[in-house]
T-cell receptor, first 114, second 112 residues
Framework: DQQVKQNSPSLSVQEGRISILNCDYT??????FLWYKKYPAEGPTFLIS?????DKNEDGRFTVFLNKSAKHLSLHIVPSQPGDSAVYFC?????????????FGTGTRLTIIP | NAGVTQTPKFRILKIGQSMTLQCTQD?????MYWYRQDPGMGLKLIYY???????DKGEVPNGYNVSRSTTEDFPLRLELAAPSQTSVYFC???????????FGEGSWLTVV
């Protein structure tokens, strides 16, 4: 029972264009969401988060959008750079007071084409 | 900047063997975690610890044991290895329950 789903295993985007990574969730109790980035042979690193009281959060080139009614979030990267090539995981939890409660998606491999 | 350090990076085990994955962090974090990632799957929590002497089960604890005798170290023990334990294992830590998690580089384990 995968409560957090990333239906696109891979995505290729031209350098300089926008990358959009999608994540869907089924548990309506989830109210805190995070994106992690993972390079090969490294551990995931935190990228950006959003709580359900917001529908958008920006950090430089990275913006996360949350659509609670659709149970959908997306990560936008603008403009995409070669260093953005990595696997991106979304994660969700009920509240932000228990990392042990995080549920991770299966990941999307983003490739930026120079 | 060591952060979270895991050893070994790669290991091949035979069915029925035991081994310990070592994990240490130098950030004085209270919380430590062990995750596994199977191909095409998200990270699954095996065990976690909220401080020295305290551990608790995660989503997939069967076949594993942990201990937390110090703040820095959180070893994961595999007893009687099985092919289903072939996976990539990540140790992680955070200062408190809701703070950013910092991951180690991962340990690739194959059980044959």
């Amino acid at each position: 029972d995968q409560q957090v789903k990333q239906n696109s295993p891979s995505l290729s985007v031209q350098e300089g264009r926008i990358s959009i990574l999608n994540c869907d969730y089924t548990n309506s109790m989830f109210d805190y969401f995070l994106w992690y980035k993972k390079y090969p042979a490294e551990g995931p690193t935190f990228l950006i988060s959003i709580s359900s009281i917001k529908d958008k959060n920006e950090d430089g080139r990275f913006t996360v959008f949350l659509n609670k009614s659709a149970k959908h979030l997306s990560l936008h990267i603008v403009p995409s750079q070669p260093g953005d090539s990595a696997v991106y995981f979304c994660a969700a939890s009920v509240g932000n007071f228990g990392n042990e409660k995080l549920t991770f998606g299966t990941g999307t491999r983003l490739t930026i084409i120079p | 900047n060591a952060g979270v350090t895991q050893t070994p990076k790669f290991r091949i085990l035979k069915i029925g063997q035991s081994m310990t994955l070592q994990c240490t962090q130098d950030m004085n974090h209270n919380y430590m975690y062990w995750y596994r990632q199977d191909p095409g799957m998200g990270l699954k929590l095996i065990y976690y610890s909220v401080g020295a002497g305290i551990t608790d089960k995660g989503e997939v604890p069967n076949g594993y044991n942990v201990s937390r005798s110090t703040t820095e170290d959180f070893p994961l023990r595999l007893e009687l290895a099985a092919p289903s334990q072939t996976s990539v294992y990540f140790c992680a830590s955070s200062y408190t329950a809701g703070n950013t998690i910092y991951f180690g580089e991962g340990s690739w384990l194959t059980v044959v």
